[in-house]
């Protein structure tokens, strides 16, 4: 397919009294930035850290006019370098993608060589989409639990903010793992759907209005946090002899009041995960989530929903107001 003239993308741009606004723009090649391989993007996921780049939210973006989007999945149009051919599908996430780098909100992107990556043998490019940076985010905290001693076995993982993107992803790929899942939710209607991914137990988030205590009942092995806050407080004073705590996000805020006593009194352990990993673990983990962690795609599916790029504005909007549910993806057949 022949690189095209002109194509839509959604460019945010910043006004001298320093205004963030986003819009549909016609745009060429050489309005965006410089790769040395030219992407056909199918398909966009849409990410918290995207909305609030998007509405100027959070200081997220580098420089402007940039095209947001930390994430894609497509097919190469061409390729000044050898490792890459046309027509093979790729995906690109991390490495400042939509920051300082134009991103996946975009009909057709350049991106530097050294960002992409090919789809793994074993997931179609819609399947590598679904995944994207939500799945890879819950892969490296899962690959962390193991390096822990953290085995299947040893008790519930819990998931807060299950009803999100890493959430609906992680609980799928931590059960896929053989971990028994517990759901933490602020929407109890989504009990079942949680559970039809995998999750074994569902707790109600509003745990955290009742009595805290210094040290909460013991129940789990480890956490994936997507939350922040009296969340990720909570989860700490509620880990088992040895808890490992992923804090992975702020969906509630920056800032969590905390206590020494999980650390000193069960030896909890807090660590944080940054999604930009090195190209070793990317490439493992990737290899991973194609295979031996891929999700249950049959039960993932009627969770994701395919928007188009002239929706997302209105559709971002709804998920900084926590309004969102499930995994999102900008579909470009659309
Ligand atoms: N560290 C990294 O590299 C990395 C990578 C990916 C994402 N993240 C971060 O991880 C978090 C989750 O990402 P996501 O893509 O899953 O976002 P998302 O799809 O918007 O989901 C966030 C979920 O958090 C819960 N939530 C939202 N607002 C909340 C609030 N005010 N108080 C309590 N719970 C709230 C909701 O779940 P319920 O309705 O079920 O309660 C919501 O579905 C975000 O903060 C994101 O920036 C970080």
């Given at each position: 397919m022949p690189i095209p003239q002109t194509f839509e993308a959604l460019r945010t741009h910043q006004t001298a009294e320093g205004q963030v606004q986003s819009r549909l723009e016609t745009l060429r090649l050489d309005d965006l930035s410089a790769g040395e391989v030219v992407v056909r993007t199918r398909y966009a996921g849409v990410n918290y850290k995207d909305c609030l780049s998007l509405h100027g939210r959070?200081?997220?973006?580098?420089?402007?006019?940039r095209v947001a989007g930390i994430e894609l999945v497509g097919e190469v149009?061409?390729?000044?370098?050898?490792?890459f051919e046309p027509g093979q599908a790729v995906l690109v996430h991390g490495?400042?993608?939509?920051?300082?780098f134009d991103g996946g909100f975009s009909a057709c992107v350049r991106v530097p060589a050294a960002h992409v990556q090919a789809v793994?043998?074993?997931?179609?490019p819609h399947e590598a989409a679904v995944i994207g940076v939500p799945g890879f985010t819950a892969a490296m905290a899962l690959e962390r639990f193991i390096e822990l001693?953290?085995?299947?076995?040893t008790g519930s993982v819990a998931m807060s903010g299950a009803g999100g993107a890493v959430g609906l992803l992680g609980t799928a790929i931590l059960a896929r793992a053989g971990y028994r899942v517990a759901a933490i939710t602020?929407?109890?209607?989504q009990e079942e759907r949680l559970r039809a991914i995998g999750a074994h137990e569902v707790i109600d988030?509003?745990?955290?209005?009742a009595a805290q205590r210094p040290?909460?009942?013991?129940?789990?092995?480890a956490a994936i946090d997507n939350v922040g806050g009296p969340m990720l407080s909570w989860l700490l004073r509620s880990m088992a002899d040895g808890g490992a705590v992923a804090s992975v996000g702020n969906a509630a805020g920056n800032s969590y009041e905390g206590s020494v006593l999980p650390f000193i009194m069960r030896r909890a352990q807090l660590f944080g995960i940054v999604a930009n990993a090195p190209v070793e673990q990317r490439k493992r983990l990737w290899t991973k989530l194609a295979v031996e962690?891929?999700?249950?795609m049959a039960a993932v599916l009627p969770h994701v929903q395919h928007i188009a790029l002239g929706a997302l504005m209105e559709h971002s909007a709804r998920q900084l107001d926590g309004a969102s549910s499930g995994r999102v993806l900008v579909d470009f057949s659309r």
């Amino acid at each position: 397919m022949p690189i095209p003239q002109t194509f839509e993308a959604l460019r945010t741009h910043q006004t001298a009294e320093g205004q963030v606004q986003s819009r549909l723009e016609t745009l060429r090649l050489d309005d965006l930035s410089a790769g040395e391989v030219v992407v056909r993007t199918r398909y966009a996921g849409v990410n918290y850290k995207d909305c609030l780049s998007l509405h100027g939210r959070a200081k997220i973006i580098a420089s402007y006019p940039r095209v947001a989007g930390i994430e894609l999945v497509g097919e190469v149009l061409a390729s000044s370098v050898a490792s890459f051919e046309p027509g093979q599908a790729v995906l690109v996430h991390g490495f400042q993608t939509g920051i300082a780098f134009d991103g996946g909100f975009s009909a057709c992107v350049r991106v530097p060589a050294a960002h992409v990556q090919a789809v793994p043998q074993g997931l179609t490019p819609h399947e590598a989409a679904v995944i994207g940076v939500p799945g890879f985010t819950a892969a490296m905290a899962l690959e962390r639990f193991i390096e822990l001693g953290i085995a299947p076995g040893t008790g519930s993982v819990a998931m807060s903010g299950a009803g999100g993107a890493v959430g609906l992803l992680g609980t799928a790929i931590l059960a896929r793992a053989g971990y028994r899942v517990a759901a933490i939710t602020r929407r109890m209607a989504q009990e079942e759907r949680l559970r039809a991914i995998g999750a074994h137990e569902v707790i109600d988030a509003a745990v955290l209005d009742a009595a805290q205590r210094p040290l909460e009942k013991p129940r789990f092995a480890a956490a994936i946090d997507n939350v922040g806050g009296p969340m990720l407080s909570w989860l700490l004073r509620s880990m088992a002899d040895g808890g490992a705590v992923a804090s992975v996000g702020n969906a509630a805020g920056n800032s969590y009041e905390g206590s020494v006593l999980p650390f000193i009194m069960r030896r909890a352990q807090l660590f944080g995960i940054v999604a930009n990993a090195p190209v070793e673990q990317r490439k493992r983990l990737w290899t991973k989530l194609a295979v031996e962690w891929k999700p249950d795609m049959a039960a993932v599916l009627p969770h994701v929903q395919h928007i188009a790029l002239g929706a997302l504005m209105e559709h971002s909007a709804r998920q900084l107001d926590g309004a969102s549910s499930g995994r999102v993806l900008v579909d470009f057949s659309r």
